[in-house]
């Protein structure tokens, strides 16, 4: 089945303890991005991956790092988690085709951060 | 403020009635998407509107965009308690540098009772 999958779906965790959101995708795409969502603000893009070793900045990338080693794989770094990072996540995955071809996401389920 | 907002922000309607919601945007773009998103779950993507198209249809979906006023609206027909959710829109721009990059709206909530 072709799916983008997020792990751990919960998490609590305490201020400064680094963790790692992993997310697989099983579809070859090329794009994958990383969103928070919170309550009055909508989804807002952390950060993005065009490619293997081609990441760039989205709209809140403060506090988060990634990496795209694999084509398949787009973890999500925080480094030293902070109270403002609760929030939910998701993992998107999508393909392209050319300069003119549509972006359509494939959302993961999300995982659900407390930061306390 | 947000690339693509939408309105009503809430919806609460009865089973059998239709239900209309409006995305509004800001710059030019390449095509124009909606997403439903049931409570605390991973988006799916319903149906997407290319900048030069001006409706759609899939089963009782029915999208229109407008783009000398940047808006867009999706209307579902006869809905059901099952269509319950949030859906949102989502604004993939012309000619942007950041390739794979959707904006998104805040979503309206769209309650249908039984």
């Given at each position: 089945e072709a799916q983008v999958t997020q792990n751990p779906r919960y998490l609590i965790t305490v201020t400064g303890k680094k963790l790692t959101v992993t997310c697989s995708q099983n579809m070859n795409h090329e794009y994958m991005s990383w969103y928070r969502q919170d309550p009055g603000l909508g989804l807002r893009q952390i950060y993005y991956s065009m490619n293997v070793e081609v990441t760039d900045k989205g709209d809140v990338p403060e506090g988060y790092k990634v990496s795209r080693k694999e084509k398949r794989n787009f973890p999500l770094i925080l480094e030293s988690p902070s109270p403002n990072q609760t929030s939910l996540y998701f993992c998107a995955s999508s393909f392209r085709?050319?300069?003119?071809g549509a972006n359509v996401l494939t959302f993961g389920a999300g995982s659900r951060l407390t930061v306390l | 403020s947000q690339q693509g907002e939408e309105d009503p922000q809430a919806l609460s309607i009865q089973e059998g009635e239709n239900a209309t919601m409006n995305c509004s945007y800001k710059t030019s773009i390449n095509n124009l998407q909606w997403y439903r998103q049931n409570s605390g779950r991973g988006l799916v993507h319903l149906i997407l509107i290319r900048s030069n198209e001006r409706e759609k249809h899939s089963g009782r979906l029915r999208v229109t965009l407008d783009t000398s006023k940047k808006s867009s609206s999706l209307l579902i027909t006869a809905s059901r308690a099952a269509d319950t959710a949030s859906y949102f829109c989502a604004t993939d721009v012309r000619g942007g540098t950041s390739y794979g990059k959707l904006t998104f709206g805040q979503g309206t909530i769209l309650t249908v009772h039984p």
């Open positions: 085709q050319g300069q003119a | -």
